[in-house]
């Protein structure tokens, strides 16, 4: 397992207006000496070393730089940077993570770009962002501009939080202040059914990963599975996910508008299963973007079917990948 | 539009093991000289007033008695009645009105029971206590047994109030407690995405209900609707839907040799886009019950097309629900 490394950038202006002395951007480097390159960027709730980044599989032949999004905790959060902007956009990340790249590691091309969920709207703005830097992208999950019904479902765990009795926002906290414990419970309660799909219930497909119950999975899947996450870390992810929109850069006026400028390859994997994240929008997707391959997951693990939790998934997902990187 | 009345019941000892000295069930009779009749029970956080009855339609020629669910605030519940069980079941419900039924009103044939979502749990329930007093049933966005991811779904509104700052329990309360607001709203906001369906909220479908922005609706959806609403009456519906399930009558091991005893007709309305009461359960029953209609509603307004949001909806089901009761 690859080691994580932090690259300080100084004086960084976020677009909501805040600027901070210093911010800082948590990275893996895996496979350093090879040719090609990959950027892999987290998910919601996701870190560095449990990010599917298929560098032992499709990316083998890459060096692979893992990338963790501002308010995961590894990179500059609420929790780890007084005065942290009230609110953080994937522009923002997009913009530091092209600042390591360029200016910390001297990397100029970026052979593919990957991301599952809101690691999938990051990449859809390096797209945007910087298309001369990327030659191809893989979108996970995902899609170019959150949906009004994903919007909404992130509104209950967000209540669920905020509204609960230990919640206390970090900028009110002090060292008498005991943990959020039941907020983060009840954010994981409202968030969990959303997770996989209405089958895998059915299936009872928690059995597969080592649950004898229903409410064992629950127990671990809204308790021990937040075990390090700062409520307002959660937060400041959540919003950013549900402000995701790639138009909101301004560059077009709409939605097939700003696709239709990405003239790299792309793979679209969304799950057949996905709540939320749902295939039908990413199909959508597929048709306004010149060069597109959608392939959608066909399994029942619902969203984090993408996000490798399912070893089968994780495999197709894989070979995928390498036709997609070796057409 | 019909009055609310109040049966009693004396002595009445819940499945939980609870005696109560009196419990009140309210109900309206709507056109109660007609000769044939129908029960209509109402749903998860519905009221007498606004249950979808079909009485100005399919059922205009039935005496409609239409029946609230313990827990709902207007029949006994833990806000209205101290000492109210800590659970209340499927089977405390459709016992107490048969009581109201039988005794009450002298009514000992159902020419056809009536039930959208928790109100076809009940339905179901009447077609397995009391086989001989039901012709027919109609279960509209429901189920025989609600399923792990229902359930699962259920887990975050319950604990986004049970762990809100402002939710005191019933029996905790005095004259000073103030009334749950925040805890409501979190249960509210955490049950909104669930409501209707990813393609509602594509069309922005709120938009014919009056509101010009998804914000707008959410105001109301998960603010003013619950305007009235106990958080303990909330909860005590809830526990009922979770538990849910028809085999817990113990006359018959498991789903199919339970539904196989139905020998009366049934229509299944589910809705195609119901994200909990998924139209593919409702099929799967419909294979099981020897003598089914399955009608599937065409719409995208998810589960609460079932309940008469949509005025489309309501008029194709008032449709197959005439043609159902004329063959």
């Known amino acids: 397992m690859s080691e994580t490394q932090h690259y300080q950038i100084g004086n960084f202006s976020f677009q909501n207006g805040t600027t901070l002395p210093t911010v800082s951007l948590a990275y893996q480097d895996i496979n350093p000496s090879a040719e090609k390159t990959a950027l892999v960027v987290t998910c919601f709730r996701g870190r560095l070393p449990n990010t599917c980044t298929f560098a032992s599989g499709a990316l083998k032949s890459y060096r692979v730089i893992v990338v963790a999004l501002f308010g995961n905790g590894e990179s500059s959060s609420p929790s780890t940077t007084p005065g942290f902007p009230s609110t953080v956009d994937y522009p923002d990340c997009v913009r530091a993570q092209h600042q390591l790249l360029l200016d910390g590691l001297k990397i100029s091309t970026l052979d593919v770009v990957v991301g599952f969920s809101m690691g999938g709207q990051a990449t859809y703005h390096w797209t945007m962002m910087y298309p001369e830097m990327v030659k191809n992208a893989i979108i996970i999950c995902s899609s170019a501009r959150t949906s009004g019904h994903n919007r909404q479902f992130l509104e209950g765990p967000k209540a669920a939080l905020e509204n609960a009795t230990d919640y206390v926002p970090v900028a009110l906290r002090t060292s008498a202040t005991p943990a959020c414990v039941r907020g983060i419970r009840a954010f994981g309660k409202a968030y969990s059914a959303w997770l996989t799909s209405a089958d895998w219930f059915d299936q009872q497909l928690y059995t597969s990963l080592g649950f004898n119950s229903q409410s064992a999975w629950d127990e671990t899947t809204t308790g021990a599975n937040y075990n390090g996450w700062d409520a307002d870390d959660l937060l400041a992810m959540l919003g950013m996910w549900q402000r995701g929109d790639i138009t909101a850069l301004g560059k077009e006026p709409n ?39 959608f392939k959608p997951i066909p399994s029942v693990w619902g969203h984090i079917g993408g996000a490798g939790a399912c070893k089968e998934d994780t495999q197709w997902m894989d070979n995928e990948i390498s036709q997609f990187l070796s057409r």
């Open 255 to 293: 939605l097939e508008a700003s696709l239709v400028r990405i003239n790299i390859p792309v793979l679209l994997m969304p799950c057949q299963s996905d709540q939320y994240f749902r295939w039908e929008a990413s199909e959508k997707e597929s048709k306004m973007i010149l060069n597109a391959t």
